[in-house]
């Protein structure tokens, strides 16, 4: 079965450079979540859409934006890249009326 | 405040040993409880969801169970395998919001031969 895509899986950029993170969800769901996990940290929740809207914000910085196209995938595009947004990136998607929810296997960002 | 708890941290135990894992939660209103398997650098892979009617669900080696009176759910791993070495999460998430996802920290298990 289809599964949540994302590309890329390892991403490397300097300092105040811009990356472009992917997410296609799993065929037919309407709902994405995009999450950010720290080394050893808890995965934080960024931003969520439902069907090409968004739905909640949590703690997205500014520097980062995304949104969800009428495929239904998601990017999360990042400016002014950080090394403290090294993390793994990932996404989440889901049938709103569901109760299951299918994570991404990540995208790694190393900044340096 | 909402919050989910996972004991313990850690844990290491020997391949063919059955474990426990631990998750309290004080979410509320509560509208389902997940446990997800997350290996190192990857995205975690759910191993069970329960809703507030369901006591106790099994998924192979792994058998979770919930008690929503007291608020507390374990993960029970059976004849551990070295491939059973990750963290652990219980997830749970506030009735009618979809977005309201809490996560515990996680317990890091670790397998040895």
Redesign the interface.
């Known amino acids: 079965a289809a599964g949540v895509i994302q590309s890329p899986r390892h991403l490397i950029k300097e300092k105040r450079e811009t990356a472009t993170l992917k997410c296609y969800p799993i065929p037919r769901h309407d709902t994405v979540y995009w999450y950010q996990q720290g080394p050893g940290q808890d995965p934080q929740f960024l931003i969520s859409f439902y069907e090409k809207m968004q739905s909640d914000k949590g703690s997205i910085p500014d520097r980062f934006s995304a949104q969800q196209f009428s495929d239904y995938h998601s990017e999360l595009n990042m400016s002014s890249l950080e090394l403290g947004d090294s993390a793994l990136y990932f996404c989440a998607s889901l049938v709103n009326s569901g109760n299951t929810i299918y994570f991404g296997e990540g995208s790694w960002l190393t900044v340096v | 405040k909402n919050q989910v708890e996972q004991s313990p941290q850690s844990l290491i135990i020997l391949e063919g040993k059955n474990c426990t894992l631990q998750c309290n939660y004080t979410v509320s209103p509560f509208?389902?409880l997940?446990w997800?398997k997350q290996d190192t650098?990857?995205?975690?892979?759910?191993l069970t969801?329960m809703?507030f009617s369901e006591n106790t669900k099994s998924n192979g080696r792994y058998t979770a169970t919930l008690d929503a009176d007291t608020k507390q759910s374990s993960l029970h791993i059976t004849a551990s395998q070295l491939s059973d070495s990750a963290s652990y999460i219980c997830?749970v998430?506030v009735y009618s919001?979809?977005?309201?996802?809490i996560?515990?920290?996680?317990t890091r298990l670790s397998i040895r031969p």
């Not at chain 2, 919001?97 to 996802?101: D, E, L, P, T």
């Open positions: 509208s389902n997940r997800y650098g990857r995205g975690p892979v759910s969801i809703t997830v998430t919001s979809a977005s309201k996802i996560f515990g920290s996680g």
